[in-house]
């Protein structure tokens, strides 16, 4: 079949995970052990997590929503708190605030990098705020030493949620040291390595890690391995109410695998990212990712937005993209417009939220994407009616 034909007959997804022969084997030798949920392989995962972040302490969990709650009790956030966040984010990073008891109040982006805008989140701040949860969004990380500076300066607590920055880079370093006390990721397929679904908090506090180690499991004092490898008899105890937040050994297996190729997940992203921005950058009607100098992207979605007449045009464009066989996603959502979160503010409010959440289109990017479907999808965006 030639390149073209596979260009124009099979339907360019927006996202798609790479697992190969390492992630099949990985869990076969789980399943064979016998050994299948939290266990040898998942302190592994972390281990690994932590060697590659640079970090000192990793604790992994079923998911980054899980991850995110777990973070805000672990900082002492409880019902009658309030937590700023951004309203430009998945739906779950206000969830988490909410399932402790707190409230979600939300900060505009700044439209350059559709990160939370600092002196936004500022001036939100009252007697009732606890702590700042910043989002590194699609990759891009938030404007780290401006939060820094603002959680010292009124004793708050900062709680990165890095779902979607895995190998993101701030001032050279690497997103998950963490900047701030906590920092959640992702593990969900959307996101860059996955293992199905799971999560993983980093800290440098060795007392948060245990804490959060005893939350995801039930409170437990000891944990399975330690009860099922010990010589005498032990009694566990339960100092408080915990969860079932643990990540499975089959999952952990695909994790240390997907941890091995995730430099070469990365680097083809970033290139083919590039050439986006390259091409892209020719068209009147879009604006490409802008990266500040104190970061480095991953690009775990490339999104642009649509200025000028074609700011109106959403839908239609990605209609002629979809019959072109290309498939597209409208931007990141507004979750203070949804149901739930209606009250924290009004329709028009976060003007630069709404702007954003209405005109972005994220486009086609995975590592295993041919170069034929990528400049295939750069052709069509330069063929398209507008
Ligand atoms: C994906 C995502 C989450 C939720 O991650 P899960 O692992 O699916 O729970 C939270 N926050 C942001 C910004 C995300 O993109």
Redesign the pocket.
Known sequence: MSTLLTSTCAMIPVARPYIGVEEEQGVLDVLRSGWVTQGPRVAEFEEKFAAYIGCEFAVAVS??????QLALLACGVGPGDEVICPSF??I??AN?IAYVGAKPVFADIDLATYNVNPTHVEALISSRTKAILV????GLPADMRAFQYIAAKFGLKLIE?A??AIGAKYEGELIGKPLGDLA?F???P??IMTTG???MITTRDAHLAERLRRLRQHAMSLSDVVRHSAKQIVTETYDEVGFNFRMTDMQAAVGIAQLGRLDRLLDRRRLLAQRYTKALDQLSWLITPHVPPYCCHNY?SYMVRLVGDAAGKRDEIMQQLLERNISTRRA?MATHRELPYRSAGGDDSLPQTCLTAATGIILPLFYQMADSDHNYVIDSLHEIHI
């Open positions: 998911s980054c929503t899980t991850a995110l984010s998945f779950a990073t988490s989002v590194h969004q699609i949620d779902a979607c959640c992702s593990f969900h959307r996101k679904e799971g999560g775990q990141i």
